[in-house]
């Protein structure tokens, strides 16, 4: 199987990858088309972090529902861990996919950082 990239990006990663029907969807922030970081709290970066999330898996040719896998790190996770939670519950259908989530110091100045690994047609 050969790996299909998706999107584009100035750091040095490929936003969405393709191998079969696995996609990986690198790390997304809180960024609007222009690079500009959108969201004054944690509630509104994530709502953001996952409209990014959910366009880079439709690039990939996978759904929401598709996901299986997501890494949530967070920049202050015992205070913004609650926020974060009832943005991404409302966000994915059930069966919601498994998660981990940490609190790091992230590489720009944002509070909510997530990537997914997505099976196509694993949301039915």
Known sequence: ??????????????????????????GQVPVDAQGRVVGEDVAGQTAQVLANLEQQLAAAGAGKADVVKTLVILANVKRDFAAMNTVYAAFFPDPKPTRSTLGAE???DVLVEIEAVAIIGAGG
């Not at 299909?4 to 990986?24: C, E, M, N």
């Open 1 to 26: 199987m050969r790996k299909q990239a998706f999107g584009t990006s100035a750091a040095p990663l490929t936003p969405a990858l393709r191998i079969g029907d696995t996609v990986y969807v690198s």
């Open 106 to 108: 992230l590489a720009i």
